[in-house]
């Protein structure tokens, strides 16, 4: 079999790849390298450079080799930077996922596996259950929901099978720390090796639950090979919700220096944002592994590894208005 993979050199579409290689299926990537970077990509793997946007080089991949299954993870996934770059939001997180799955129509792939976001509830929905109408509040979330709904209509239409996961909040290995607008563990070991306070958004009240990607990547990755899980929409990730204060104070911990927080003006999100995983534990007989002292210790180990990278800046903000002045420059 061989599986197709976009966003491969991400985060957590390069773990995929890792577990899909390990299963013993032939794996074609695909990514930009713009969130991303070409070591990630685990060696086995058939890599492309390129975007979905580029039609050409998907009907290439297409074309060249016999795909069997689809994960699309490439997107970009800044969902508090978003309101500020809608047509590029829309463009990459709507209109390339269109492109895929278009190929993938056509190649009467036997499932399409999709990475959404609990982004697509929006606020005052905890704890966040499949079975809830999605109410997303950024472009963002909305994106990823017009995605899922695309994917509905082209099972309706064509039976093409596909599953969708709502992961969120997750960290590891391999995450873009130097990414300024999401990721905040990533962001914060970033600061501490670079000699920062950590920034926080607020008072530091508002939580999460933060998912170790190890408790997320092989769900994804066996995903087609459920019967059950066919058709259907999955939370995955961590239960316990921890503030952002706690988790500077857990972060800084793990990383062997002191803590030190610099509070910044707030910006507009949803301030509490915890999921049931009841569904995905009874499907994929799943529950996450890894508490977060385990797997701050991992990542932590890894980021001082690498060491700090320099913080990109979005050079093509659409909106001024409202963004917060440390995304400024």
Not at 28 to 50: H, K, Q, T
Not at 96 to 101: A, D, L, R, Y
Not at 280 to 301: C, I, P, S, W
Request: some cysteine; aromatic content about 10%.
């Amino acid at each position: 079999m061989t599986a197709f993979v976009t966003g491969a050199a991400g985060f957590i579409g390069s773990h995929v790849v890792d577990h899909l290689l390990a299963a013993g299926t032939e794996v074609v990537a695909l990514d930009d390298l713009s969130g991303g970077f070409a070591d990630n990509v685990p060696g086995g793997a058939i890599f492309y450079e390129g975007t979905i946007l580029d039609k050409t080089t998907l009907r290439r991949i297409f074309s060249e080799h016999k795909i069997d299954t689809v994960y699309h993870l490439a997107a970009y996934a800044a969902e508090g930077l978003s309101h500020f770059i809608r047509a590029f939001n829309y463009e990459n997180n709507v209109v390339g996922s269109m492109n895929v799955m278009n190929e993938a129509i056509k190649a009467e792939v036997r499932c399409f596996v999709f990475t959404s976001s609990i982004a697509v509830y929006g606020a005052s929905q905890t704890p966040m259950t499949e079975s809830l109408l999605p109410a997303p509040e950024d472009p963002y979330g909305v994106a990823k929901y017009s995605v899922e709904l695309d994917l509905a209509a082209a099972h309706h239409m064509f039976g093409m099978d596909y599953v969708i996961f709502r992961p969120h909040n997750v960290y590891g290995e391999r995450q873009h720390i130097g990414d300024r607008y999401r990721n905040v563990i990533g962001i914060f070991m970033n600061q501490l090796m670079s000699g920062q306070p950590m920034t926080i958004f607020g008072d530091g009240t508002q939580s999460r639950a933060f998912s170790y990607i190890a408790d997320v990547a092989p769900i994804i990755a066996r995903a087609p090979d459920v019967p059950e899980a066919l058709g259907q929409i999955f939370n995955v990730g961590a239960d316990t919700a921890t503030t952002l204060n706690e988790l500077a104070s857990r972060v800084a911990e793990a990383m062997g220096v002191p803590s030190e927080i610099r509070h910044l003006e707030a910006r507009k999100e949803v301030l509490h944002a915890v999921a049931d995983h009841s569904k995905v534990g009874r499907v994929f007989d799943y529950r996450a592994e890894h508490n977060l002292k385990q797997g701050l210790a991992r990542m932590a180990t890894w980021a001082k590894s690498v060491g700090p990278r320099k913080p990109t800046l979005f050079e093509n903000i659409e909106v001024l208005r409202n963004l917060p002045p440390s995304w400024r420059t």
